[in-house]
């Protein structure tokens, strides 16, 4: 069903953009390549080259951290400009098991401030940095935990040969009275009970917010279903992260008549604004 975006949600690296932010642009595309002969029958034909990706967001500047235990927003802005490498997590709603695409991307600009008597705004460009992938959200993060748990499984499906699964952790506040620790768990099974399920990646315990992007290279089958398990630990504990897996797109083989595509755009703005795909 087509939505009326209004409920998306944007993390990257250990921030939660959502709630100051009223878009979320993000353009993944590949190079165009001519590669017609004299055997192409008078029609161009094309090949993908080089993939790459490029977001942004935009919204409205603060200077306070967004929530107890987390990162102050503009300063962690500030200090990745340039930086290195973090996951990136877009997805058109928030709920659990919405589907989200997953990466990792370097800040490349940061703007902040703007006309007298208007909200002041904020807007930021990054650049994707190796793989994206097509995936879900197996952990929200518009809820708050204070006990250990397991998040609801989501079937992603298998990961073929030439694909690799990519996950994304986002620790976004970790607060307590006293001695806070969250250890997030990515597993993976091939049935919905988690009868048999095997360790896929650990983050070790955190007592601050942080992120993580992990890469596992296929095959990976028969196991098809993703969950986390989360546990924490401290006085009074409360802890606010996320989690989203995803599989690669296939490797792209020789180029054929018709196959002429080579880019896709996807647009996540929360004030609703919407473009199509455009080929």
């Not at 353009?27 to 055997?39: C, G, I, K, P, S």
């Not at 909200?119 to 190796?130: K, N, V």
Request: aromatic fraction near 6%.
């Amino acid at each position: 069903a087509v939505l009326s975006l209004s409920d998306a949600e944007g993390l990257a690296g250990p921030r939660r953009l959502t709630g100051r932010s009223n878009e979320v642009d993000l353009t993944l595309e590949a190079t165009e390549l001519d590669v017609t002969t004299f055997n192409s029958s008078g029609w161009t034909e094309l090949l993908g080259g080089i993939r790459m990706a490029r977001a942004s967001a935009a919204g409205f500047y603060d200077a306070a951290a967004i929530a107890t235990g987390g990162h102050t927003f503009d300063s962690e802005l500030f200090s990745s400009i340039g930086g290195t490498q973090q996951p990136l997590t877009v997805a058109a709603t928030k709920a659990d098991g919405s589907v989200a695409y997953i990466g990792g991307f370097k800040r490349g600009a940061l703007n902040v401030v703007g006309d007298v008597g208007e909200g002041a705004p904020y807007s930021t460009e990054m650049w994707g940095d190796g793989v994206f992938a097509r995936g879900a959200l197996i952990h929200p993060a518009n809820v708050l935990r204070t006990s250990s748990g397991t998040g609801t499984a989501v079937t992603l499906g298998t990961v073929a040969s030439g694909r690799s699964l990519v996950a994304a952790i986002h620790i976004l506040a970790v607060s307590a009275a006293a001695s806070p620790q969250l250890t997030v768990t990515l597993q993976r099974d091939d049935n919905g009970g988690f009868s048999s399920p095997t360790t896929v990646l650990r983050v070790r315990p955190e007592s601050a917010a942080t992120s993580s992007l992990s890469g596992i290279a296929g095959p990976i089958t028969p196991d098809d279903r993703y969950r986390v398990s989360y546990t924490i630990s401290g006085t009074t504990p409360s802890m606010r992260f996320a989690a989203a897996v995803g599989i690669t797109p296939a490797e792209e083989g020789a180029p054929n008549h018709g196959r002429v595509s080579a880019r896709q755009r996807c647009r996540v703005a929360q004030n609703g604004r919407h473009e199509p795909v455009r080929g």
